[in-house]
């Protein structure tokens, strides 16, 4: 060994001979005093974590490398996952490992170089997740708008649990779930997506409600403080929710991937609290100014088809109206009938005024007075005519009676039949006497006919003849009131009539008009 | 609207809608009078049912306990801590 000293350094007797382990040991030793506590910046090389648990990554950079190791008890506290290639601050004691004369970064914390490497480390994985697709937005389900449970996973103490449960009570009390987890370190991660996943797997008619709304909640902190929801389980969990998730990490200004896949961001716990329950005061009034505008929508379409029936029934007429214009015409019609009555009475008056003047007894006198001279003429005429023929007929008759007896003498002397004689002569005889009686009825015929041409007919004009009971025609007043009964002769018949004895008109209401006594006619026969 | 389904069973979302529609739909005009009165009475009992609803409100905090076996149970929460 002492040929790798420089030999200008000669050997010294009084060097002590070290075992390598005394000198192992004693490096070790020196490595540790004088690195007792180191920050170290590199990038994570090859990173191993054993089924122990521990961690084995080279740190290193362009230059050098240093073995690191992580207890297994660090790594779990470890905010985020160590990868290759990720530039890092690791902060811990160097150590040998004696075995392998090798020396080693023991590493109890570890973390991204800075902000921007944190933020590259996000982007890097935001990409891929996007790319797998569990941010689009068709995987947003709608919240309920109105839970009755509310999954909570959080811390079960410190503010933001308390904010949220604030904030529901006075919005909305509803029943509330709080899943506890860690929101912080190593475990969080895990405790988180165990919460999603286990709110998830309750059943609605389980011992234990399944929330209608999920809401994954953390206060502010560092970037590294959230990290717990940038991990890919946590990510993974809240877009597989069947139940709606609101993720509500940190502040406003902090953004996690959890924001991204989960159905609602809130930028706080408190803002998660307002986003899951409404106000139910508000809701109270909602439905309380529905309620009245309900009522006031069934007013106003009872009015309106109120006004609508009444428009209507406006153009519809009184059904006074309807009888007004018929009444009128009715009204005016019978002013018009009236007077043309009386128009027509009138005229009918003025013509009868005209011709009932001419209407006189004297009128009916003189024309009967004609009639009566043409029967009287008649009369004459045709007994003139009668005696005429029959004294004709009789010189005839004896003219032929002369000569039958000459002929008949002859005949008696010719035949000397006087039986043939005898029979001529009743044959004579009855021809003679045929012919009389022939002649005789229409003697009386032409009677008849004259009868009938007589008072007869004027009696059937509606003109009577007033008898006294000695049968004697009554021609005035004087002898009608003498003539205690009399028979007034109409058409058809007879009626017995009395006078009053004081003078009264005769019960005989006939017009005592001139007719033709019967003695006038009486002549003839 | 979902006349068939009986207001008993609408959650409150569902019939704040329907309440919303039916007024919107009679403030419309457009409804006959009968049909009015008809979904008017639909529409008070949406209402009474929302208020139901919204009537026992109580806040209910528990918190989830797991055991050795994985099974989940809840235990209340006192809200004054």
């Given at each position: 060994m002492s040929d790798?000293?420089?030999?200008d350094?000669?050997?010294?007797?009084?060097?002590?001979?070290?075992?390598?382990s005394?000198?192992?040991?004693?490096?070790?030793?020196?490595?540790?005093?004088?690195?007792?506590?180191?920050?170290?910046?590199?990038?994570?090389?090859?990173?191993?974590?054993?089924?122990s648990?521990?961690?084995?990554?080279?740190?290193?950079?362009?230059?050098?490398?240093?073995?690191?190791?992580?207890?297994?008890g660090?790594?779990?506290?470890?905010p985020?996952?160590?990868?290759?290639?990720?530039?890092?601050?690791?902060?811990?004691?160097?150590?040998?490992y004696?075995?392998?004369?090798?020396?080693?970064?023991?590493?109890?914390?570890?973390?991204?170089?800075?902000?921007?490497?944190?933020?590259?480390?996000?982007?890097?994985?935001?990409?891929?997740?996007?790319?797998?697709?569990?941010?689009?937005?068709?995987?947003?389900?709608?919240?309920?708008y109105?839970?009755?449970?509310?999954?909570?996973?959080?811390?079960?103490?410190?503010?933001?649990?308390?904010?949220?449960?604030?904030?529901?009570?006075?919005?909305?009390?509803?029943?509330?779930?709080?899943?506890?987890?860690?929101?912080?370190?190593d475990?969080?991660?895990?405790?988180?997506?165990?919460?999603?996943?286990?709110?998830?797997?309750?059943?609605?008619?389980?011992?234990?409600?399944?929330?209608d709304?999920?809401?994954?909640?953390?206060?502010?902190?560092?970037?590294?403080?959230?990290?717990?929801?940038?991990?890919?389980?946590?990510?993974?969990?809240?877009?597989?929710?069947?139940?709606p998730?609101?993720?509500?990490?940190?502040?406003?200004?902090?953004?996690?991937?959890?924001?991204?896949?989960?159905?609602?961001?809130?930028?706080?716990?408190?803002?998660?609290?307002?986003?899951?329950?409404?106000?139910?005061s508000?809701?109270v009034?909602?439905?309380?100014?529905?309620?009245?505008?309900?009522?006031?929508?069934?007013?106003?379409?009872?009015?309106?088809?109120?006004?609508?029936?009444?428009?209507?029934?406006?153009?519809l007429?009184?059904?006074?109206?309807?009888?007004?214009?018929?009444?009128?015409?009715?009204?005016?019609a019978?002013?018009?009938?009236?007077?043309?009555?009386?128009?027509?009475?009138?005229?009918?008056?003025?013509?009868?005024?005209q011709?009932?003047?001419?209407?006189?007894?004297k009128?009916?006198?003189?024309?009967?007075?004609?009639?009566?001279?043409?029967?009287?003429q008649?009369?004459?005429?045709?007994?003139?005519?009668?005696?005429?023929?029959?004294?004709?007929?009789?010189?005839?008759?004896?003219?032929v009676?002369?000569?039958?007896?000459?002929?008949?003498?002859?005949?008696?002397?010719?035949?000397?039949?006087?039986?043939?004689?005898?029979?001529?002569?009743?044959?004579?005889?009855?021809?003679?006497?045929?012919?009389?009686t022939?002649?005789?009825?229409?003697?009386?015929?032409?009677?008849?006919?004259?009868?009938?041409?007589?008072?007869?007919?004027?009696?059937?004009?509606?003109?009577?003849?007033?008898?006294s009971?000695?049968?004697?025609?009554?021609?005035?007043?004087?002898?009608?009131?003498?003539?205690?009964?009399?028979?007034?002769?109409?058409?058809d018949?007879?009626?017995?009539?009395?006078?009053?004895a004081?003078?009264?008109?005769?019960?005989?209401?006939?017009?005592?008009?001139?007719v033709?006594?019967?003695?006038?006619?009486?002549?003839?026969? | 609207?979902?006349?068939?389904?009986?207001?008993?069973?609408?959650?409150?979302?569902?019939?704040?809608?329907?309440?919303?529609?039916?007024v919107?739909?009679?403030?419309?005009?457009?409804?006959?009078?009968?049909?009015?009165?008809?979904?008017?009475?639909?529409?008070?009992?949406?209402?009474?049912?929302?208020?139901?609803?919204l009537?026992?409100?109580?806040?209910?905090?528990?918190?989830?306990?797991?055991?050795?076996?994985?099974?989940?149970?809840?235990?209340?929460?006192?809200?004054?801590?």
């Amino acid at each position: 060994m002492s040929d790798f000293f420089p030999s200008d350094r000669p050997a010294s007797a009084n060097l002590p001979e070290l075992s390598v382990s005394e000198l192992a040991g004693s490096i070790k030793r020196t490595i540790e005093t004088t690195y007792d506590r180191v920050r170290v910046r590199g990038e994570l090389g090859r990173v191993t974590i054993a089924k122990s648990g521990h961690m084995y990554a080279d740190l290193k950079d362009d230059k050098a490398v240093i073995n690191t190791i992580m207890w297994k008890g660090s790594v779990s506290r470890l905010p985020f996952r160590p990868e290759e290639g990720l530039e890092v601050v690791a902060e811990g004691k160097l150590s040998t490992y004696p075995g392998r004369s090798n020396y080693q970064l023991i590493a109890d914390t570890m973390n991204p170089a800075g902000a921007g490497a944190l933020m590259a480390l996000l982007e890097e994985r935001k990409k891929k997740l996007a790319a797998e697709g569990l941010f689009e937005t068709s995987r947003k389900q709608p919240l309920p708008y109105f839970p009755k449970v509310i999954g909570v996973v959080t811390s079960p103490t410190g503010a933001v649990i308390r904010d949220i449960l604030h904030r529901i009570s006075d919005r909305f009390p509803v029943h509330v779930l709080v899943w506890p987890a860690l929101v912080q370190g190593d475990r969080a991660a895990q405790q988180i997506t165990a919460g999603i996943e286990g709110f998830n797997a309750l059943t609605p008619d389980g011992p234990v409600p399944r929330p209608d709304v999920i809401i994954v909640a953390r206060g502010g902190g560092s970037i590294e403080d959230l990290w717990p929801f940038n991990e890919e389980i946590v990510v993974r969990a809240a877009a597989a929710s069947q139940i709606p998730l609101i993720s509500a990490v940190g502040h406003e200004t902090d953004t996690t991937l959890i924001d991204y896949a989960s159905d609602r961001r809130a930028p706080t716990p408190t803002g998660a609290a307002e986003i899951a329950v409404p106000v139910r005061s508000e809701l109270v009034q909602t439905v309380t100014a529905y309620g009245e505008r309900l009522m006031r929508g069934l007013t106003q379409t009872s009015r309106r088809s109120e006004r609508e029936l009444t428009a209507v029934a406006a153009r519809l007429p009184r059904p006074t109206a309807l009888l007004e214009s018929r009444q009128q015409r009715f009204d005016y019609a019978e002013g018009r009938l009236t007077q043309s009555l009386q128009a027509a009475l009138l005229k009918k008056r003025s013509m009868f005024d005209q011709t009932g003047p001419r209407l006189r007894p004297k009128t009916l006198e003189t024309s009967l007075r004609v009639l009566d001279d043409r029967v009287s003429q008649a009369s004459r005429r045709l007994t003139a005519g009668l005696t005429r023929q029959a004294t004709l007929g009789e010189s005839r008759l004896a003219t032929v009676s002369k000569r039958l007896s000459l002929r008949g003498d002859a005949l008696l002397r010719e035949t000397k039949d006087t039986g043939e004689v005898q029979q001529a002569a009743d044959r004579m005889a009855r021809a003679f006497d045929r012919q009389a009686t022939r002649l005789e009825d229409r003697l009386s015929r032409a009677g008849n006919m004259l009868e009938a041409l007589s008072y007869q007919a004027t009696l059937k004009r509606g003109y009577a003849v007033v008898k006294s009971a000695d049968g004697q025609l009554v021609r005035d007043a004087a002898s009608a009131r003498a003539a205690q009964r009399m028979t007034v002769q109409f058409a058809d018949g007879d009626v017995d009539v009395t006078t009053q004895a004081d003078g009264a008109p005769p019960a005989a209401p006939k017009p005592k008009k001139a007719v033709p006594p019967k003695g006038a006619q009486g002549s003839l026969f | 609207m979902g006349d068939q389904t009986s207001v008993e069973n609408l959650s409150f979302e569902d019939a704040l809608k329907e309440l919303e529609t039916i007024v919107e739909k009679l403030e419309g005009g457009d409804v006959e009078l009968e049909e009015s009165i008809k979904i008017y009475e639909r529409g008070a009992a949406l209402k009474a049912h929302c208020l139901g609803k919204l009537k026992n409100a109580q806040l209910k905090v528990e918190q989830i306990v797991l055991n050795q076996d994985g099974d989940v149970s809840a235990t209340p929460v006192s809200t004054e801590s």
